[in-house]
């Protein structure tokens, strides 16, 4: 039985919000239970689902419950059937013959509520989706036509539509006379029989929005589905499907869609002969009518599956260029980016004989400022609070939320902190895209896990948001960061898949991983933390932190490129082990390591917030944390100018940010007159614009995602540079060698 708990109004509430469970009742006693769904609401596989997503989350530091305002209970009685009565073990041939009742708003088939008007934008999106590789496309249920008009808006070769009902079919038949694309209706006839006259391999993508046709399908006729769709889809080929008579209830079960996907879709994908790489799935916002039967949810799933191999390249929308907007487009969500859902890994692609794919994707990026032809973008679902370490020992920065929660939370970050990140960074997906820059993002993992090695353990790992830590691109290198941080040891697998599949497509590329270090106690200086302000001030010129120089350890975000030289900074996240591997490893190539010091700042974490390189012989310098006056020197006789960044617009840090308000100059340089800039900074803007020869200075929303420590370069990998090995520092000089000697001996 699932217990929904109304939400108590509560001092507690926003503390508790915050870190995403339910706030402590004032009364001693525990909240009775306001609602209980009956079990034989769901069928028996489901419930199975439900509770292991529940012992799941019982198992979270905190406990998260069900919460849910009165109002909403009483919807979830309303809409958890979903429907009317369906009847039972009913014979689906009956609904060939049964008569259509149709309005401008609503199509009824048998007194069940098939289709509504206000599912348009949705059906816009799938539509979307299905149409992506062009070519020839199925769509399966032609109900109120509406997702077929959108379909149709696309540059697609051929439109086969397979109807059962016969009344539907009919007006299938009168479209097909008006359809700008070739239009070939199947039926009526149940998809179950026409499907069979499909050759395999022949389609480029699929639409499925059917109707159960009877009780014990509600939940599951899509899945009878996907098993003949990939049959018949090309490689590369994409589906998308929708059940919301089955979604409307489900969604009340589980926390996200995110969840949702994984315990009740996901399994059934796999038996059909899906792979996890080739799942992924976005939400989509939608305003059902208060008096809908079978949906009160404020957004829907899209699942994007896409069957391995390449899509044959026809007149497609998302093949080349951008997209040419209609009215659906226009209806899109803002969270376009694609997360994929897949943390299995796929052994037997590595099986595969290895060749380089025909569309040349290489990885390179020698500069900070060459013209970015593509990018990871950093995603922030399942997020937790970082654990407490000897790397890292965070604080609250909000008055009032350290008073009411008194220590640091643990365990998961709200799915409000989460959402609010993602939709930022699937914004800048976006700004990316329509810059004709390809994006790629991590995969979806459970950071809720807690890790335990030889050496440490720790409760909870962090989240894949900011990529840039643990990954760089050193002209034709990608290099594995050792990463210093316990809870962020294999935050690395995120990215893993992405890294198989350039590997496997780039004949010259090189991939790097540093050792992986024990992050044993003897490898961090556990009395800084001890520290007074005034040790820290003695200590600042001698560059000691928090890590001590036992074994490298670096973050990859303390690197920057100038081509032929790159600078590292000496750091809480950085220390002198971590310079000298990266110079070894990269000296035979060419590359110069050198590192950058910053005295003045006592806790540096990453370059990107202090030194940020903009362009050939052009630096934004933090005006608080100058370079040490060696390196400037260095600098300088290259010929390359500072600009000092001015003070942020806005340093208000989120509560639980354990970053600077620096991260107003974490900015992303995408070309070489090209800048994106948190929207706020308007100071900043206006000084690349003026002082620094940016033409272009693109301001996009970004402060939810400073929650996670970072922002626009911190989040993103660019895996893909138009630029060259240039040589910007033709007067060379060694590093301090009385720094390293100190430090390493
Ligand atoms: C939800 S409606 C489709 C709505 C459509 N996407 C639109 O945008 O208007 C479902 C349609 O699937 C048809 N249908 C249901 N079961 C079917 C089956 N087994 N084979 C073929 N069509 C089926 C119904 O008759 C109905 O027209």
């Known amino acids: 039985m699932l217990e929904v708990f109304p939400l108590p109004v509560l001092l507690q509430e926003r503390a508790a919000e915050q870190v995403g469970c339910k706030a402590q009742p004032d009364s001693p006693s525990a909240p009775q239970p306001a609602v209980s769904l009956e079990q034989d609401m769901f069928p028996k596989h489901f419930m199975t689902a439900a509770r292991i997503s529940r012992r799941a989350s019982l198992q979270c530091c905190r406990p998260r419950f069900v919460v849910q305002t009165a109002s909403k209970c009483q919807k979830a009685i309303q809409t958890a059937k979903g429907y009317a009565e369906l009847p039972s073990a009913a014979e689906r041939g009956r609904w060939v013959a049964e008569k259509e009742q149709l309005t401008e708003e609503r199509l009824d088939i048998e007194g069940h509520p098939v289709m509504q008007r206000w599912e348009t934008p949705y059906m816009g999106k799938l539509a979307e989706v299905a149409t992506r590789n062009g070519g020839r496309v199925v769509e399966v249920g032609f109900g109120m036509a509406i997702s077929a008009?959108?379909?149709?808006?696309?540059?697609i070769e051929e439109h086969i539509?397979?109807?059962?009902?016969?009344?539907?079919?009919?007006?299938?038949?009168?479209f097909a006379k008006g359809a700008t694309s070739k239009v070939t209706p199947m039926g009526p006839e149940l998809w179950q029989t026409s499907i069979k006259r499909i050759p395999d391999n022949s389609v480029d993508g699929i639409l499925y929005d059917t109707y159960p046709l009877n009780k014990e399908e509600q939940h599951t006729h899509q899945f009878d589905f996907l098993r003949e769709a990939r049959r018949i889809l090309k490689p590369g080929g994409i589906m998308t499907y929708c059940n919301l008579t089955s979604l409307g209830v489900l969604r009340h079960e589980y926390a996200s869609w995110d969840e949702l996907f994984e315990a009740t879709q996901k399994p059934h994908l796999l038996a059909a002969g899906y792979h996890a790489d080739e799942l992924l799935v976005e939400a989509f916002p939608v305003e059902p009518p208060k008096d809908c039967e079978y949906y009160s949810h404020d957004t829907a799933m899209v699942p994007i599956i896409r069957k391995r191999g390449n899509a044959s390249r026809h007149s497609s929308h998302s093949l080349g260029g951008r997209r040419s907007f209609s009215s659906w487009h226009q209806q899109q969500s803002p969270w376009r980016g694609q997360r994929s859902f897949g943390t299995e890994v796929n052994h037997a692609a590595a099986q595969h004989k290895m060749r380089p794919k025909a569309d040349g994707r290489k990885l390179n990026a020698w500069t900070q400022w060459g013209e970015l032809k593509e990018c990871v973008v950093g995603v922030a679902d399942n997020a937790c609070f970082p654990p407490v370490q000897p790397a890292m020992i965070p604080e609250i920065n909000d008055p009032v939320l350290r008073k009411v929660l008194g220590e640091w939370p643990r365990g998961r970050k709200s799915q409000r902190c989460v959402d609010a990140a993602n939709e930022e960074l699937d914004n800048l997906v976006n700004v990316l895209e329509g810059e004709g820059v390809k994006t790629l993002r991590p995969e979806v993992m459970d950071w809720s896990q807690p890790l335990k090695t030889p050496f440490f353990s720790v409760e909870n790992q962090y989240v894949a948001c900011c990529v840039r830590d643990t990954i760089i691109t050193v002209g034709k290198t990608a290099i594995e960061a050792t990463m210093s941080r316990r809870d962020r040891y294999f935050e690395i697998l995120a990215v893993r898949q992405i890294l198989r599949d350039l590997w496997r497509e780039d004949p010259e590329m090189?991939?790097?991983a540093a050792p992986k270090p024990s992050m044993a106690d003897d490898m961090y200086n556990l009395s800084w933390w001890d520290w007074t302000e005034k040790d820290r001030y003695e200590h600042m010129h001698k560059y000691q932190y928090c890590i001590t120089n036992e074994e490298p350890l670096f973050d990859a975000a303390d690197i920057t490129r100038c081509g032929k030289d790159i600078f590292v900074q000496p750091s809480m996240t950085c220390n002198y082990a971590g310079i000298e591997w990266l110079r070894r490893e990269l000296?035979?190539?060419?590359?110069?390591?050198?590192?950058?010091?910053?005295?003045?700042?006592?806790?540096?974490?990453?370059?990107?917030?202090?030194?940020?390189?903009?362009?050939?012989?052009?630096?934004?310098?933090n005006p608080e944390r100058p370079i040490a006056a060696r390196d400037a020197a260095f600098w300088k006789e290259n010929g390359w100018d500072f600009v000092d960044c001015g003070q942020p617009d806005n340093p208000e840090r989120p509560a639980f940010s354990q970053s600077?308000?620096?991260?107003?100059?974490?900015?992303?340089?995408?070309?070489?007159?090209?800048?994106?800039v948190e929207e706020q900074e308007?100071?900043?803007?206006?000084?690349l614009k003026h002082r620094c020869g940016f033409e272009t200075v693109i301001p996009v929303p970004f402060r939810n995602v400073f929650e996670y420590?970072?922002?626009?370069?911190?989040?993103?990998?660019?895996?893909?540079?138009?630029?060259?090995?240039?040589?910007?520092?033709?007067?060379?000089?060694d590093d301090d060698p009385a720094l390293f000697e100190q430090h390493l001996s």
């Open 510 to 512: 090189l991939w790097k």
């Open 149 to 155: 008009k959108a379909v149709q808006s696309y540059p």
């Open 587 to 621: 000296a035979p190539q060419g590359i110069r390591v050198h590192s950058a010091h910053f005295p003045y700042d006592l806790a540096p974490s990453h370059i990107d917030c202090t030194f940020v390189v903009l362009g050939p012989r052009l630096v934004l310098t």
């Open 709 to 733: 420590g970072g922002s626009l370069h911190c989040s993103t990998w660019d895996t893909c540079r138009e630029d060259d090995m240039v040589d910007l520092f033709p007067k060379q000089r």
């Open 161 to 174: 539509i397979l109807e059962a009902n016969r009344d539907v079919f009919k007006r299938l038949e009168d």
């Open 682 to 687: 308007k100071g900043l803007q206006e000084l």
């Open 660 to 676: 600077s308000k620096w991260l107003s100059m974490n900015i992303f340089v995408i070309g070489p007159s090209k800048v994106i």
